[in-house]
């Protein structure tokens, strides 16, 4: 039999056992669930992502509750692991879901959270930083600095490009989408054209009012457009931001064909999921156009990259930190435990998974509800009147 894996427990009489998959940053979320009657078990095996059999194995016979990654394929071996075990919620740490079943979590009568919400500006921030770094060659620059080359100011040095009066394109206006269209208008005084199955009223209404406040003022005015198409965005926009879900409709979104239609100065970034960007299509698109940009968080083959990547110097990698803030990611296993716990209580479903504040204030008590469940609706589950 395998050797079981290293986990640390706190509240061992605790009346409701909870796993976590991984260690959290923070310590709210753990008192909060110890303080309710919680038994916590946080895996601390030094294995990045863990398979299917290892969560199995800490699920075990018993179990209430498990805060999961999106590393994770939770499908249905996980869900019926965790229903024999007698849990009734599983959360992921994060807010895309797309490595959830949510059918077979359904099938199971399983609740699913997300972290929705508090990780908006963090990640915005984070597309924000690849777009100027990716528009002013930063990282190309450090790296020839530091590989002392260089003999003084010269007039093409690392030439790249300005972007206020520019355009920036975002596909997938939500709430990740919005925050950062607003960070390049107010920033940099960029013109925003969108693309977004709805219609991103408050964004359209910001950049309206902020390009009259710039009139007024005596600047020229930024413009904002709701593209009818994303190829209209792609063709017109200087710098390009991918926020939207990962579902079927949005896998592979840029390949080829749609890379071709791009200004062959234009910056494309993603901080959304790998999968949006055929990653290989994109490799040859670098190797051919050598002044097109890429600042990506994500990648198709998580942790892996597709060949060629790290070779180009027109694109900037990192590690999917685009939430990584300190602030963000203990909000985020708050949230994440919060949903855990709340099913387990049988507290309601919070009715605004967009105003999660409340359940964020240290100094206050959370609201007696789970703060983001998707499948509520599939559940039957109740809405808090609060
Ligand atoms: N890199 C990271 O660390 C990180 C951090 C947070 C979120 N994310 C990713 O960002 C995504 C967006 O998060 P959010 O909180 O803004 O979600 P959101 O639901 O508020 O926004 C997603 C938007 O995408 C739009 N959309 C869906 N299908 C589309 C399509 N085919 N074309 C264009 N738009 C489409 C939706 O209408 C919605 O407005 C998450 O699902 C997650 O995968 C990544």
Redesign the pocket.
């Known amino acids: 039999m395998a050797k079981p894996l290293q986990v640390e427990v706190y509240n061992p009489n605790g009346k409701y056992r909870v796993v976590s998959t991984k260690p959290m940053p923070g310590t709210r979320w753990i008192n909060l669930l110890i303080e309710q009657d919680c038994r916590l078990e946080i895996c601390t095996q030094k294995k990045t992502i863990l398979s299917v059999e290892d969560i199995i194995s800490l699920i075990g016979d018993k179990c209430d509750g498990v805060i999961g990654q999106l590393t994770e394929d939770w499908g249905e071996k996980l869900f019926s692991a965790l229903s024999r075990a007698g849990g009734k919620a599983f959360s992921n740490m994060?807010?895309?879901y797309?490595n959830v079943d949510v059918n077979a979590a359904n099938k199971y009568g399983v609740a699913v959270g997300n972290t929705?919400g508090v990780?908006?500006e963090t990640?915005a921030e984070?597309a924000a930083s690849l777009s100027l770094s990716a528009a002013r060659r930063i990282v190309e620059a450090d790296e020839f600095m530091r590989a002392g080359l260089y003999d003084g100011w010269l007039p093409h040095l690392f030439v790249g490009n300005l972007l206020k009066g520019q355009t920036v394109g975002v596909?997938?206006?939500?709430?990740?989408?919005s925050a950062y269209a607003r960070m390049m208008v107010e920033g940099f005084k960029m013109n925003l054209i969108y693309?977004?199955?709805?219609q991103?009223t408050r964004l359209e209404k910001f950049v309206t009012a902020y390009g009259q406040f710039l009139k007024a003022n005596g600047e020229q005015p930024v413009t904002w457009k709701r593209a009818s198409t994303?190829e209209e965005v792609l063709r017109e926009a200087d710098v390009i931001s991918l926020?939207?879900?990962?579902?079927k409709?949005?896998y592979h979104?840029v390949n080829k064909e749609r890379l071709a239609m791009m200004k062959k100065e234009a910056i494309l970034i993603n901080?959304?999921?790998g999968p949006v960007i055929d990653e290989v299509a994109l490799v040859e698109h670098l190797k051919a156009t050598p002044m097109f940009r890429v600042g990506l968080?994500?990648f198709e083959d998580e942790p892996y990259m597709k060949p060629g990547l790290a070779e180009m110097k027109n694109a900037i990698v990192v590690p999917?930190?685009?939430?990584a803030s300190k602030w963000t990611r203990e909000g985020m296993a708050t949230l994440a435990a919060l949903n855990v716990l709340g099913k387990i209580k049988g507290y309601p479903i919070w009715s605004d998974p967009n105003r999660v504040e409340p359940f964020l204030n240290e100094n206050a008590p959370p609201p007696a509800a789970c703060p983001s469940i998707v499948n509520s609706k599939a559940l039957g589950l109740p809405v808090s009147k609060l």
């Open positions: 994060a807010v895309g797309n929705p990780l908006t990640t984070l596909i997938g206006a939500g709430r990740i989408g693309y977004d199955l709805y991103a994303m926020h939207p879900v990962l579902d409709t949005t979104l901080c959304s999921r968080d994500v999917h930190i685009a939430s």
